[in-house]
């Protein structure tokens, strides 16, 4: 999705296709940080240890994603033109250009950055498949001190599985193979997991012995 430039007026934000304006001279300062709050006429930003207040006004410009799309869909339903919390929010990372002037901060330009998510970090649990469904499955295991447990792990088509013969179990069927032809109740698995919303999703599942039937 394209990135729009947005330019304030206190009331609301107008979308412009052309240029952005050029950044203040010699003064002009970049400081990137997350915003922690919104005003009408104003942006607050945490920049390293401290929470900085920035002014804005019709001279400042925004550039966000999904702007251009928004202040269409709000020109055809005859509402009014973009606020900024349109298109920022707090916990958003940005960059601001900005002139100090007595003191006070002038944001000049604010550009929205993306925020890259850190990758889920993984913990693992060892026990026998307990029962089974298409899209999730349930495990005994025992940890430290002879205490046993029991977990019950999402299955999505990105959790990947690792069985010994699933080449062949494939194969029988047609290419076509399920998660319950591949892992079933009795076996031992070893399952990477990590927290998603009010559950466990597996991203890894080894197959480390088959039950004997």
Not at 153 to 169: E, L
Request: charged letters at 20%; proline letters at 3%.
């Amino acid at each position: 999705m394209r990135s729009s430039v947005i330019a304030l007026t206190l009331a609301a934000l107008s979308v412009f296709w052309g240029p952005t304006s050029p950044t203040f001279a010699s003064d002009a300062k970049i400081a990137k940080g997350t915003i922690t709050a919104i005003g009408g006429q104003s942006l607050t930003v945490k920049v390293g240890d401290h929470d900085i207040a920035f002014d804005v006004d019709n001279a400042t410009t925004v550039t966000a994603r999904g702007a251009s799309t928004k202040s269409a869909r709000l020109a055809a339903s005859g509402k009014p033109g973009l606020r900024l919390t349109d298109v920022l929010k707090t916990g958003q990372a940005v960059s601001i250009t900005y002139r100090d002037s007595a003191g006070s901060y002038h944001a000049s330009e604010i550009t929205a950055i993306r925020n890259v998510p850190s990758p889920a970090t993984n913990s693992h649990s060892d026990g026998v498949v307990k029962a089974i469904g298409p899209d999730w499955i349930t495990i005994n295991g025992h940890s430290g001190g002879g205490a046993s447990f029991e977990q019950t792990f999402k299955i999505d088509p990105h959790t990947k599985v690792w069985v010994k013969g699933a080449t062949k179990a494939v194969s029988a069927k047609n290419g076509k193979a399920t998660f319950t032809d591949l892992v079933g109740s009795g076996d031992r698995v070893n399952v990477a997991y990590h927290k998603v919303d009010d559950g466990l999703l597996a991203s890894n599942l080894h197959v480390t012995a088959k039950a004997m039937h």
